[in-house]
């Protein structure tokens, strides 16, 4: 009798991150949470190092990530916000559409990663050259029509991705320059990541929160949380390459692997 084995997970570890763009790089943020699990584990809450703030910093969450994902096992980060801008964007303003040419672009625009600085100085024209970058809020991206998600540029209403988008961005750009190939950036470097390094991955954890009860578990808690599940079930039942290769037809993709894609739509 042939017997069928279980899918061998292909992560050892899984980061659910829910995002948060508020006060500066260096601000204790009670909305900025962490969650672990691994394939032998359910999602745990992950607290920063001890020291003298209470909550994760823009700034601290950065410099961790980079340490553990430099030193260890292959590991899947879902981090809830935006990698890149709608196709509008790009045109818009001129720039080829190569993502690391538009990361460098938008953080010489918007240094949200610089001390002291929050969102809306760019915004404002306090810091940065923001003025010359700026979007439009009936831009959006394929992923999100497809969800109905908010448009990166929907600044200050409910359930916005904007600040923590704009703010997100140079961190992503830190954590190449830290890891170089230690760690793929999906889709922007392929859609089918190789085997045996870490992924970034955006994620909306709307499309799961719903479907696991919250045990207590405040609303940031429980977004990064579901993060976490979901990739570790999905890799469980040997999933997550359908994910990575969604159903979009060819320029679909090619303006995926533009704008970026949220893992987990199909």
């Not at 829910?18 to 992950?46: F, N």
């Not at 818009?92 to 460098?104: E, G, K």
């Not at 390459?241 to 320029?251: K, M």
Request: include cysteine.
């Amino acid at each position: 009798m042939l017997v069928r084995l279980p899918p061998q997970p292909r992560f050892a570890r899984y980061l659910g991150i829910d995002y948060s763009g508020a006060e500066t790089p260096t601000s204790s943020l009670k909305g900025m949470r962490v969650y672990a699990a691994s394939p032998a584990d359910a999602p745990v809450e992950i607290l920063p190092p001890p020291g003298p703030r209470k909550y994760w910093t823009r700034r601290g969450l950065a410099e961790w990530l980079a340490a553990e994902l430099r030193a260890g096992p292959p590991t899947l980060v879902g981090i809830d916000h935006a990698f890149s801008f709608p196709l509008r964007y790009f045109e818009t303003h001129l720039i080829p559409t190569d993502w690391p040419t538009f990361l460098a672009d938008f953080c010489h625009h918007w240094p949200t990663d610089q001390d002291q600085t929050y969102v809306d100085f760019v915004r404002e024209g306090i810091a940065g050259h923001g003025a010359a970058r700026r979007g439009d809020a009936r831009w959006r991206r394929l992923a999100e029509l497809r969800c109905r998600a908010k448009s990166v540029f929907h600044f200050d209403v409910q359930g916005s991705v904007a600040k923590s988008t704009h703010s997100g961005l140079p961190w992503l750009h830190f954590l190449r320059q830290q890891l170089g190939p230690r760690v793929h950036v999906w889709p922007f470097e392929g859609w089918a990541p190789p085997a045996g390094v870490s992924v970034l991955a955006e994620v909306y954890p709307s499309l799961w929160s719903r479907g696991f009860p919250a045990e207590g578990r405040n609303a940031d808690q429980h977004d990064a949380y579901s993060v976490a599940r979901w990739m570790r079930q999905t890799d469980a039942a040997g999933e997550l390459p359908v994910y990575f290769q969604p159903s979009l037809g060819e320029g679909e993709t090619a303006e995926a692997s533009v704008e970026g894609w949220i893992l987990g739509l199909r």
